[in-house]
């Protein structure tokens, strides 16, 4: 008999076998007998929602019920946790609770428990996890002249999304707004229309959600021009002069850009010395004959330093920024080819092909890098290495510990301890048929996406998805396609092919869970693409990216889809290409507060304005300019 309004318990019974060794021990198990287990799960426990703030720690508590009930299966994405050694969720308790310790934000998602053998009665926990607001502010300092236009911009970060607020020498400003004090993109921008020396002030941004408070201050100086003070000249001096700039390393050596000047800053020749050895920054060939500097990956080391690859010298020089000079060149192993910045230890990673057909890989590392010196380089003992993944910080997740290299003829990636440098583990995706070529993570539910080898120039491999709590593979990433591109706070997904013309933007919610905003067809594909914060509505991103056959660059409204083009950017560097110069037409952003935009063309640069959607300027005379680092404040 059923109760009409449908209100009734869930109920199943069954006649179970209970063998000898189950998940636990207990009397009963001792002798196997036919016994009726009778289960049950309240309707308005099917789905629970826990709420848990980064940091600390959480209990699940599976709600069926039932006498002789069996032991309580706990899983997430479908894989059994029970099994699994794990750091983080190792105790399940005495009523079979599961036991997750210093909850972060990969941990949230969808978590299920259910009684063994009973697999279609089950309980749904949804693991929501708070993080209390982190900011930045833009600029910390700035002097302007009266009758200027002055901004003064706040990037908060934090779940549930944070509530901007400012203060001017502690008074609130929203009672202030007028036409000339405005409070653009969601109140993270406070725009002054044209200054006065009353402006003057300490204008503090907060931000604020249910679970925390972060604050920071922004200082605006009114000067005349005749007054130099001490904070207009750290402004205009200092970060002017050496921060806030793009490095273009071409054919003819180094060439340092002001994008607001739209003019060469500084121009280091290849016959320009290296500081600590005397050498030239790209020596002569044989008989004195110039030839074009080769360069490959670099990475920006914590707005210090730059390390860049010379292929073709064996060796990665590293700029100093503040002097803007060539301080000294590592020796590495034969032909430098991908440098990435592990921020977390302070150390570069140096991809070694050993020859053009890549057939003496290896890994070094160095040490030690925003020393400036003194650093060590480590040879790893990885072989065969054919490429490898660094998961990036950003506000909220400021430490990695894990990286993960792969070779295109392996299918599978292997997890390595980042301080160690000790490899940890081998996930297989040989059941998915899948050689890894690249990879990217979202800290939001903890998802790796792992971009599959083509068997042919036209075929399209889809994505896989990899669990990062259980180093699970999950399976396909709903057929989505191409490179997978995240934005710096995480939640978008942006996945793009030169061959192919569909681009495919994904978002991942509060709730940990990848959903498809939509997918556009772009013909023709796309060579390399940059997320750039919106400068309209708070929290959003757009992104700007450059085809691989045509001289336009695409913008891409992410919040709405909206698209546009510009055009007349002239066409993208040909030629001879170096086999480690992909993509064909490289695109940089200004950081996450920047406004300009810079990628080459066959013999000059051009930089954009993000903010107005429009094309800068042209610097010409700068031949193949395919390695471009920002060099910022933020």
Not at 485 to 500: C, E, K
Request: proline share 6%; aromatic share 8%.
């Amino acid at each position: 008999m059923g109760d009409p309004s449908g209100e009734v318990s869930q109920r199943a019974e069954y006649f179970h076998v209970r063998p000898e060794a189950a998940i636990r021990s207990s009397e009963q198990e001792r002798s196997r007998t036919t016994e009726v287990v009778q289960l049950s799960l309240a309707p308005e426990d099917k789905v629970s929602v826990t709420t848990v703030t980064v940091g600390l720690s959480t209990v699940l508590t599976c709600a069926i019920r039932g006498d002789l009930r069996p032991p309580i299966v706990w899983k997430r994405n479908g894989l059994t946790l029970n099994f699994l050694d794990l750091e983080d969720i190792n105790d399940f308790g005495e009523d079979d609770s599961l036991y997750i310790t210093k909850v972060t934000t990969i941990h949230m998602g969808n978590y299920t428990c259910h009684a063994l053998g009973h697999e279609q009665l089950f309980q749904t926990h949804v693991l929501q996890v708070n993080v209390p607001p982190v900011i930045r502010v833009y600029p910390e300092t700035q002097a302007q002249e009266p009758g200027v236009a002055a901004s003064l911009r706040c990037h908060a970060e934090g779940i549930p999304m944070p509530k901007i607020t400012w203060l001017k020498n502690g008074m609130d400003v929203s009672a202030q707004m007028s036409k000339q004090l405005s409070l653009l993109a969601n109140g993270s921008e406070l725009h002054i229309g044209s200054v006065r020396y009353e402006d003057t002030g300490a204008y503090t941004c907060i931000a604020k959600n249910e679970v925390g408070v972060d604050e920071d201050i922004s200082s605006l100086f009114i000067e005349d021009s005749a007054r130099k003070t001490l904070a207009n000249i750290l402004w205009r001096e200092e970060g002017l002069s050496v921060g806030n700039m793009f490095y273009v390393f071409s054919d003819d050596g180094i060439v340092v850009i002001h994008p607001v000047d739209c003019e060469i800053q500084r121009h280091l020749k290849p016959t320009e010395k290296i500081f600590m050895s005397y050498e030239e920054i790209c020596p002569q060939g044989e008989g004195g004959a110039t030839q074009p500097c080769q360069w490959a990956s670099a990475v920006n080391v914590r707005n210090r330093y730059i390390y860049v690859a010379q292929p073709a010298l064996n060796r990665v020089l590293v700029v100093d920024v503040q002097a803007q000079k060539i301080l000294q060149s590592i020796g590495v192993d034969p032909l430098p080819a991908k440098l990435s910045y592990d921020k977390s230890h302070d150390q570069v990673w140096v991809l070694s092909w050993g020859d053009r057909h890549k057939s003496q890989p290896s890994l070094q590392v160095i040490t030690e890098a925003s020393a400036g010196q003194g650093q060590h380089l480590i040879r790893t003992t990885f072989a065969g290495v054919d490429d490898f993944f660094i998961p990036p910080t950003n506000l909220i997740i400021n430490h990695i510990r894990f990286g993960f290299i792969f070779n295109k003829s392996d299918p599978a990636v292997h997890k390595v301890d980042l301080e160690t440098l000790m490899p940890l583990k081998t996930i297989s995706l040989q059941s998915h048929g899948c050689v890894p070529q690249a990879m990217a993570h979202t800290h939001l539910g903890g998802y790796f996406f792992v971009q599959c080898q083509q068997d042919t120039p036209t075929s399209t491999a889809p994505q896989l998805l990899i669990d990062s709590v259980t180093d699970s593979v999950l399976g396909p990433n709903s057929g989505v396609t191409g490179t997978p591109h995240v934005s710096p706070d995480g939640r978008f997904i942006v996945s793009t092919s030169a061959n192919s013309p569909r681009l495919h933007v994904q978002e991942v919610t509060m709730r940990g869970e990848i959903q498809t905003r939509y997918d556009l067809k772009i013909n023709p594909g796309i060579s390399d693409l940059v997320f750039q914060h919106s400068f309209t509505e708070g929290n959003q991103y757009d992104i700007y990216a450059t085809l691989e056959t045509q001289p336009d660059l695409l913008f891409l409204e992410l919040s709405t889809g909206k698209m546009g083009m510009l055009k007349n950017l002239k066409e993208p560097p040909t030629g001879p290409v170096w086999p480690w110069g992909r993509p064909r037409r490289v695109l940089r952003d200004s950081g996450l507060f920047g406004q300009y935009l810079l990628t080459p063309s066959q013999e000059s640069l051009f930089l954009i304005n993000g903010r107005q959607n429009t094309l800068r300027c042209e610097v010409s005379g700068i031949k193949r300019g395919a390695t471009v680092m920002w060099v910022g404040e933020v």
